[in-house]
Protein backbone atom coordinates (compact mmCIF):
# COMPACT_ATOMS: atom_id res chain seq x y z
CA UNK A 1 0.00 0.00 0.00
CA UNK A 2 1.56 3.49 -1.15
CA UNK A 3 1.59 5.56 2.09
CA UNK A 4 3.00 8.94 2.74
CA UNK A 5 3.87 9.98 6.24
CA UNK A 6 4.68 13.90 6.41
CA UNK A 7 6.07 15.26 9.44
CA UNK A 8 8.34 18.68 10.80
CA UNK A 9 5.78 21.32 11.39
CA UNK A 10 5.56 22.89 13.98
CA UNK A 11 4.58 26.72 15.40
CA UNK A 12 7.54 29.27 14.89
CA UNK A 13 7.76 32.80 14.79
CA UNK A 14 7.86 34.79 11.66
CA UNK A 15 11.53 34.86 10.20
CA UNK A 16 12.01 31.08 11.75
CA UNK A 17 13.23 28.00 9.99
CA UNK A 18 11.45 24.84 9.60
CA UNK A 19 12.75 21.08 7.92
CA UNK A 20 9.08 19.01 6.52
CA UNK A 21 10.02 15.36 6.13
CA UNK A 22 8.27 12.93 3.85
CA UNK A 23 8.71 9.18 4.25
CA UNK A 24 7.27 7.02 1.35
CA UNK A 25 6.49 3.13 1.88
CA UNK A 26 4.89 0.64 0.07
CA UNK A 27 7.20 2.17 -3.39
CA UNK A 28 10.13 3.18 -4.33
CA UNK A 29 10.22 7.05 -4.16
CA UNK A 30 13.40 6.94 -6.56
CA UNK A 31 10.96 6.06 -9.34
CA UNK A 32 8.58 9.33 -8.88
CA UNK A 33 8.72 12.76 -8.75
CA UNK A 34 7.29 14.72 -5.84
CA UNK A 35 5.74 17.95 -4.93
CA UNK A 36 4.96 19.35 -1.75
CA UNK A 37 1.62 20.86 -1.70
CA UNK A 38 -0.12 23.48 1.13
CA UNK A 39 -3.55 24.07 2.18
CA UNK A 40 -3.93 27.05 4.12
CA UNK A 41 -7.17 27.99 5.96
CA UNK A 42 -10.27 28.95 3.30
CA UNK A 43 -8.17 28.46 0.50
CA UNK A 44 -7.48 25.89 -2.26
CA UNK A 45 -4.31 23.62 -1.99
CA UNK A 46 -1.69 24.20 -3.69
CA UNK A 47 1.80 23.17 -5.34
CA UNK A 48 4.62 24.70 -3.50
CA UNK A 49 7.86 22.95 -5.06
CA UNK A 50 8.28 19.82 -7.09
CA UNK A 51 11.27 17.84 -7.89
CA UNK A 52 11.80 15.30 -10.36
CA UNK A 53 12.90 11.29 -9.75
CA UNK A 54 16.41 12.26 -9.94
CA UNK A 55 16.82 15.39 -7.72
CA UNK A 56 18.12 17.02 -11.09
CA UNK A 57 15.46 19.90 -11.68
CA UNK A 58 12.82 21.83 -9.43
CA UNK A 59 10.20 24.21 -9.38
CA UNK A 60 8.80 26.34 -6.91
CA UNK A 61 5.71 28.85 -6.60
CA UNK A 62 6.59 32.23 -6.81
CA UNK A 63 5.50 32.57 -3.18
CA UNK A 64 8.36 30.64 -1.87
CA UNK A 65 10.78 31.41 -4.46
CA UNK A 66 14.27 32.06 -2.42
CA UNK A 67 13.13 30.67 1.00
CA UNK A 68 11.89 27.12 0.28
CA UNK A 69 13.75 24.01 -1.44
CA UNK A 70 12.82 20.61 -1.91
CA UNK A 71 15.31 17.77 -1.64
CA UNK A 72 15.17 14.22 -1.64
CA UNK A 73 17.06 11.37 -0.48
CA UNK A 74 16.29 8.05 -2.61
CA UNK A 75 18.24 5.63 -0.63
CA UNK A 76 15.79 7.00 2.44
CA UNK A 77 12.93 7.10 0.90
CA UNK A 78 12.19 10.31 2.10
CA UNK A 79 11.68 14.05 0.64
CA UNK A 80 12.26 17.25 2.48
CA UNK A 81 10.70 21.12 2.41
CA UNK A 82 13.28 23.37 4.08
CA UNK A 83 11.63 26.41 4.77
CA UNK A 84 13.12 29.28 5.72
CA UNK A 85 12.10 33.59 6.32
CA UNK A 86 8.48 32.42 7.23
CA UNK A 87 5.58 34.78 6.98
CA UNK A 88 2.17 34.18 8.77
CA UNK A 89 1.02 33.56 5.05
CA UNK A 90 3.18 30.60 4.89
CA UNK A 91 0.65 29.10 7.79
CA UNK A 92 -1.15 25.92 6.40
CA UNK A 93 -1.38 21.77 6.08
CA UNK A 94 1.93 20.63 4.13
CA UNK A 95 1.61 17.72 2.02
CA UNK A 96 3.52 15.64 -0.45
CA UNK A 97 2.24 13.46 -3.20
CA UNK A 98 3.69 11.98 -6.47
CA UNK A 99 3.52 14.30 -9.77
CA UNK A 100 4.40 14.33 -12.84
CA UNK A 101 6.85 17.04 -12.88
CA UNK A 102 6.36 18.20 -16.50
CA UNK A 103 2.82 18.66 -16.61
CA UNK A 104 2.71 19.49 -12.63
CA UNK A 105 -0.02 16.65 -12.62
CA UNK A 106 -0.77 14.77 -9.51
CA UNK A 107 -1.75 11.31 -8.85
CA UNK A 108 -2.61 8.92 -5.63
CA UNK A 109 -4.09 9.78 -2.46
CA UNK A 110 -3.28 12.39 0.04
CA UNK A 111 -1.60 11.83 3.43
CA UNK A 112 -2.47 13.02 6.62
CA UNK A 113 -0.09 16.63 6.29
CA UNK A 114 1.94 18.48 8.75
CA UNK A 115 0.69 21.52 10.23
CA UNK A 116 2.98 24.87 10.00
CA UNK A 117 1.89 27.07 11.79
CA UNK A 118 3.83 31.28 11.86
CA UNK A 119 3.28 33.65 14.40
CA UNK A 120 4.21 37.54 14.08
Known amino acids: QVQFVESGGGLVQTGGSLRLSCVASGFSLSNYDMGWYRRAPDKERE ?16 PVKGRFTISRDNAKNTVYLQMASLKPEDTAVYYCKRIWF ?19
Request: proline residues 0%.
Open 102 to 120: ATLAQFGSWGQGTQVTVFS
Open 47 to 62: LVAAITATGGDRKYAD
